[in-house]
């Protein structure tokens, strides 16, 4: 068994969690925070067999665009200015950020 930790974005976190409810997957939606942006996003906990990885993971692909975002700059306050870039940067961010792990153990009680 394995567990799918994928990171998106929350613009697609309601299409993405109906289609793998749809496909019978089991999954759980939870509220986080990316560390770079400070700004929400949405980590799927999808716990599965080793054979429906690659199916979720199409999944997961399917539903996810990456997007165009704009940084605002943060001022070096008493820093070093030297690397201070004074406009908004653009980044590309997602579509997903997946990580697969193994299950030592998987209980339902
Ligand atoms: P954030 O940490 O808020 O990062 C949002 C986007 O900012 C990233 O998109 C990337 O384009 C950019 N970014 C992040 N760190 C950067 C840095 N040190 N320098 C320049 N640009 C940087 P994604 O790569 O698509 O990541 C989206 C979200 O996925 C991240 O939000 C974070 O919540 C999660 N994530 C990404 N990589 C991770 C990792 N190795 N471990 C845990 N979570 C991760």
Same mark, same amino acid.
């Given at each position: 068994?394995? !567990?799918?930790l994928?990171?998106? $974005?929350?613009?697609?976190? @309601?299409? !993405?969690? @109906?289609? !793998?409810? +749809? /496909? /019978? &997957?089991? =999954?759980?939606?939870?509220?986080s925070? #990316?560390g770079f %942006?400070?700004? #929400? /996003?949405?980590? &799927? !906990?999808?716990g599965?067999e080793?054979?429906r990885?690659?199916?979720?993971l199409?999944?997961?692909? +399917? @539903?996810?665009?990456?997007?165009e $975002? %704009?940084v605002?700059?943060?001022?070096?306050? #008493? #820093?070093n200015?030297?690397?201070?870039?004074?406009?908004?940067? +653009?980044? +590309?961010?997602?579509? =997903?950020?997946?990580?697969?792990?193994?299950?030592?153990q998987?209980?339902?009680f």
């Amino acid at each position: 068994m394995k !567990l799918i930790l994928a990171v998106v $974005q929350d613009q697609d976190s @309601n299409r !993405l969690l @109906n289609a !793998l409810v +749809e /496909n /019978n &997957f089991r =999954a759980t939606k939870l509220a986080s925070t #990316g560390g770079f %942006l400070k700004s #929400g /996003n949405t980590t &799927f !906990l999808i716990g599965t067999e080793d054979i429906r990885v690659q199916k979720a993971l199409d999944i997961i692909k +399917e @539903n996810c665009r990456s997007r165009e $975002q %704009l940084v605002a700059p943060v001022s070096p306050m #008493g #820093g070093n200015a030297d690397s201070y870039v004074p406009y908004p940067v +653009e980044i +590309e961010v997602g579509g =997903a950020t997946v990580f697969v792990l193994p299950v030592d153990q998987f209980m339902h009680f």
